[in-house]
């Protein structure tokens, strides 16, 4: 099949008013288009980049959701409050409890929206900090992100809802303390649009050396797995007018991002979610690694060994298709046996084969006796070829951002909800604590996407 090619809008095509004007066109801001325009809003996505997605285009691993369909499809019994306990822990009791609850309970139901919108997320993984199968991913294995921004195109081009390009927006227009519309810079020229909404969906700032460094200065010098336009731009413009931005210290680092390049590339939770382990330089486990994101992080880092390798053999490859992609870029080692890939990647020869004895029985037995690990269990690393993946904690998302109601209305510093501005996805702040579990983002960017399209069309239409 042909691969997809979604052609943008040209500048010339923007219209002077719109119901609604959405910044940003990665997953939050083309769900939240999508939903506005079904129900019966004119709208308009605005993106500063030539290419589309954004961030959404990097997530490799699923979607979580709890009671879904495909969990009982699978065999999987599940349960709404696990999910909303373990996201709580896991964000360290810091989450806005309002937004997790509406979160957690609208996350089946975003998994059948998207299939009645021909994305289809029929297969299941398991990530850090779940004690269940909740990620859920396309029947191929394929990374979630790039198939999930493929598809809301295509349904945006078959309901012609205009999204375009290069076009950035630099201001947010205010009168009588309501939000109005943009100013946005375009192939050609400086163009005004009046809206009756706008909202943020523009993504975080993790790529944005200058606020990392004001809010977090131990990070500023670790590289980051994301696209170089995460640079915050939607924070910019919502405090420009007086919105409160919440948490921005909680930045968080990926255990596993390889940085040996000059180009820094996420390796999903997935395939530990899969099988494979993390061994140091003496060839040896040293954390359960799917423990949250911070714990691995700071396990890694405290090694001191310069990173650590991720271990799988092909039985794991078969089930996370993006080693497949990790591969063709140069990033994976391969061993005929245990010993071949020791040699190439200079770790114990001797110990590596004893720790993944100990693994494979571990798996057998169901206990992980040395670091509790019970999750990503189901199969062993014993079907040869063996792969290695040379890795290092990363910038990788961040959690705090843009204050919101459960609503997705934006607040200003003494609490109150400014008049027409909405902000769902990265570029707000509350949902993930200071720990975000993987599989959450996605989620979060179809869920509250959804939720600003409804919130904006039901407060237009109250008018």
């Not at 206990?367 to 990788?396: C, L, N, Q, V, W």
């Not at 570029?427 to 996407?449: D, K, M, Q, Y």
Request: glycine share 12%.
């Amino acid at each position: 099949m042909d691969k997809y090619i979604f052609t943008p809008n040209q500048a010339s095509e923007l219209a002077d008013e719109y119901d609604a004007v959405i910044v940003g066109a990665g997953g939050t801001g083309l769900t939240a288009a999508l939903q506005a325009h079904e129900l019966g809003l004119k709208v308009a996505v605005l993106e500063k980049n030539k290419g589309l997605g954004g961030n959404t285009n990097r997530a490799s691993s699923g979607m979580n959701a709890a009671e879904s369909l495909v969990q009982l499809q699978h065999g999987i019994i599940d349960n709404k409050e696990d999910f909303y306990r373990e996201t709580l822990k896991g964000g360290g009791l810091l989450n806005d409890r309002d937004m997790l609850r509406y979160f957690v309970d609208h996350a089946a139901i975003a998994i059948s929206w998207l299939k009645e919108h021909g994305i289809d997320l029929s297969d299941l993984t398991i990530t850090g900090g779940m004690s269940k199968k909740r990620a859920h991913r396309p029947a191929s294995m394929a990374p979630v992100g790039g198939y999930l921004v493929t598809g809301l195109l295509k349904q945006c081009e078959q309901e012609q809802i205009p999204v375009f390009n290069q076009t950035k927006v630099e201001k947010l227009l205010k009168e009588d303390g309501k939000i109005t519309g943009v100013e946005a810079a375009t192939a050609e020229g400086k163009k005004t649009i009046h809206a009756k909404a706008v909202l943020l969906a523009s993504g975080g700032f993790g790529a944005s050396k200058g606020i990392i460094k004001k809010y977090r200065p131990d990070l500023a010098g670790y590289k980051t797995t994301n696209q170089p336009g995460a640079t915050g731009d939607g924070l910019k413009l919502a405090e420009a007018i007086g919105a409160q931005l919440i948490q921005m210290n909680f930045i968080q680092v990926h255990p596993t991002a390889q940085t040996d390049t000059d180009h820094t590339f996420l390796i999903g939770e997935g395939v530990r979610g899969e099988g494979a382990i993390l061994v140091n330089k003496a060839g040896k486990r040293f954390v359960n690694e799917l423990n949250t994101r911070k714990i691995v992080s700071n396990a890694i880092t405290g090694l001191n060994e310069d990173g650590a390798y991720l271990i799988l053999d092909q039985g794991i490859r078969d089930h996370f298709k993006a080693i497949e992609f990790y591969d063709s870029v140069g990033l994976v080692e391969h061993g005929a046996s245990l010993k071949e890939l020791a040699e190439k990647i200079g770790v114990n020869a001797e110990n590596l084969a004893e720790t993944i004895a100990q693994w494979n029985k571990a798996v057998a037995d169901q206990e992980d006796s040395e670091y509790g690990r019970t999750t990503g269990m189901e199969r062993g690393i014993e079907k040869a070829p063996y792969f290695a993946i040379h890795i290092h904690p990363a910038i990788h998302y961040t959690m705090g951002g843009i204050h919101i109601t459960p609503e997705t209305e934006v607040l200003d510093g003494n609490g109150n909800v400014i008049p027409g501005l909405y902000a769902a996805g990265e570029v707000s702040g509350g949902l993930h604590g200071n720990n975000r579990i993987s599989g959450n983002s996605i989620a979060e960017t179809v869920i509250f996407g959804r939720q600003a399209g409804m919130q904006i069309a039901k407060k237009i239409k109250d008018k």
